[in-house]
């Protein structure tokens, strides 16, 4: 799949979008060997599509703030009354957005700014590695890295240590030890496979997985953790939710976090998945300047909800590096989860979650869910909240 991984190569209006701090900053990781950002040409035009939109009601603000103040120099002139009491600007929609869709792949300088518990393995999948691409984390499910490359990748990403390896999909040989665990562990019953992501694969790959995988334990649930119907629909072939549906029960599990994600292409793709009879769940995580409003969530959730897809998880944001300007401060999340219980129904809302930093596991987030506080020397506050094995955990108070 062909991405897009320089500037020159954005569409125009994006492109010109770039500021020189931007600019400054992709140097820097290009000079260390880093990957700056790649996007497929499919999102990357939705966010210039976008942002030519906010371009434009920018300028639309600006028209009627300049007509609104030199309405209101004539009113004195002429000693009458102002027409009504509007706000500045009150008449045009918001213009404060930021581009939602770009912030979520163009790299920001804010990611220079690692906090000392940030960590390479934000969820501890390490500790439960039993194969090099096979985590055991909970009792009844695996996790199968099938894949190391995305189709773009996410800036606020905490598998990046993984997808940085760029490896590819698994082989016939890397298959082996998965397959023996599988079958000497009878009380595994779903595996989630994911990466990377692992429609980076082709068919044939996919359905050479899912044989091995069957093969090992008849009738297991494979759970397809991707995002490639938002970065790429068109790889959501006829054929691709055929071969889903051949190798039932089988689940998408779709990474989504904003409605303007949902673009018709996107809906197209995620139909076709539903009308084959593939289950679709989501899973969304909370970002600041992206999706950090009950109402900007509950739309989502319901266009997901019109689709026949089931909005899943909702994640409070992991301790990547470098990611703290993507993270809610947990009790802001408890907030804003608590007036997306009043704005939508219980069909539509996902389980508001966290999976705690260093292998602690995904606990449930609710108004009561902090145990307590405490400060470390250095003077950093942290929330205790208790893992499902009663073992309290820290997460950090952040600003
Ligand atoms: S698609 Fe998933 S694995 Fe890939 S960069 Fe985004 S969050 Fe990370």
């Given at each position: 799949m062909k991405l897009i991984t320089r500037i020159q190569d954005l569409p125009p209006e994006l492109a010109a979008s770039v500021s020189p701090e931007e600019s400054a900053f992709i140097e820097t990781l290009t000079a260390k060997g880093i990957l700056p950002f790649a996007v497929t040409p499919f999102y990357a035009q939705r966010a210039a599509e976008l942002n030519a939109e906010l371009m434009t009601n920018l300028q639309a603000k600006?028209?009627?703030?300049?007509?609104?103040?030199?309405?209101?120099?004539?009113?004195?002139?002429?000693?009458?009354?102002?027409?009504?009491?509007?706000?500045v600007g009150s008449a045009q929609p918001n213009q404060d957005r930021v581009n939602v869709i770009r912030r979520q792949f163009f790299p920001s300088p804010e990611e220079a700014h690692i906090l000392p518990y940030e960590l390479e393995d934000p969820l501890g999948e390490a500790r439960y590695r039993v194969a090099p691409r096979l985590v055991h984390q909970y009792r009844d499910r695996v996790l199968l890295l099938a894949n190391g490359t995305c189709a773009g990748y996410c800036r606020h990403c905490f598998r990046r240590s993984w997808t940085s390896t760029l490896q590819g999909f698994i082989t016939e040989a890397e298959l082996v030890p998965v397959k023996s665990y599988l079958a000497a562990h009878p009380e595994v019953r779903e595996v989630l496979v994911s990466g990377g992501d692992p429609l980076m694969g082709t068919d044939e790959r996919l359905a050479l997985l899912f044989k091995s995988l069957r093969e090992a334990r008849p009738g297991i649930l494979l759970r397809i953790g991707s995002r490639m119907p938002v970065m790429a629909p068109e790889?959501?072939?006829?054929?691709l939710a055929a071969l889903f549906r051949e190798w039932r029960p089988l689940r998408l599990i779709l990474h989504i976090n904003h409605g303007l994600e949902l673009a018709p292409e996107v809906r197209a793709a995620i139909l076709r998945l539903i009308d084959a009879g593939v289950p679709v769940h989501t899973q969304t995580v909370l970002l600041r300047g992206v999706n950090d409003r009950a109402?900007?969530?509950a739309e989502l959730f319901r266009e997901l909800l019109d689709l026949g897809a089931t909005p899943y998880y909702l994640f409070q944001g992991d301790l990547a590096p470098g990611t703290s300007h993507f993270r809610v401060p947990l009790e802001q999340s408890l907030e804003i989860y608590q007036e997306l219980t009043q704005l939508i129904?219980?069909?539509?809302l996902p389980a508001f979650a966290v999976d705690l930093p260093g292998g602690g596991g995904k606990v449930h987030l609710h108004p009561r869910c902090i145990e307590g506080e405490e400060t470390d020397a250095s003077g950093q506050v942290w929330y205790l909240l208790r893992s499902r094995d009663n073992i309290l955990?820290?997460?950090?108070?952040?600003a």
């Open positions: 600006r028209d009627a703030e300049r007509d609104t103040k030199r309405d209101a120099k004539r009113d004195a002139e002429l000693g009458v009354e102002p027409a009504a009491n509007l706000p790889r959501i072939t006829p054929d109402d900007t969530l129904s219980g069909l539509g955990w820290r997460y950090p108070k952040e």
